[in-house]
């Protein structure tokens, strides 16, 4: 059964902390920027978020079947099964897949995506409680 509260936020509920754990990836493939061997990672943001609404109305739970694509890690959080490995546009010598100038216009617009979601989520709550005061 749905929760009011999750069905009156809709799908930017499941979908904040989703793109919150894909700062983190983005992030971290940054930071490994020069580890030799690092293989960039990505989320599977539209899979992992169709797994959360329909583990929100009942139906799969959120550890869904991964995609061949995606990597093959021990599932702590239920997001692993989403994660995938970016393709180096160039090839490094290290085996280090990492664009930086990629990773950055991917957290910058991620950053986007993640306050755009969070002012709307913002905006619902304030809705709300305008509608429980009167005012």
Avoid at 61 to 73: C, G, I, T
């Amino acid at each position: 059964m749905s929760n009011p509260i999750s069905s009156y936020l809709g799908f930017q509920a499941d979908a904040l902390p989703l793109r919150e754990q894909r700062l983190k990836l983005i992030a971290s493939n940054l930071a490994n920027a020069d580890t030799p061997g690092y293989r960039a990672r990505d989320l599977d943001f539209n899979a992992a978020l169709q797994a959360a609404g329909q583990a929100r109305q009942g139906g799969r739970s959120s550890h869904a079947e991964p995609h061949p694509d995606h990597l093959a890690l021990g599932d702590i959080d239920g997001l692993h099964a989403f994660e995938t490995v970016r393709l180096a546009a160039q090839p490094s010598l290290d085996g280090n897949t990492v664009d930086p100038d990629a990773e950055r216009a991917a957290y910058g617009r991620a950053a986007l995506e993640y306050r755009a979601s969070l002012n709307f989520l913002e905006s619902k709550v304030r809705t709300l409680l305008t509608a429980i005061t009167g005012q």
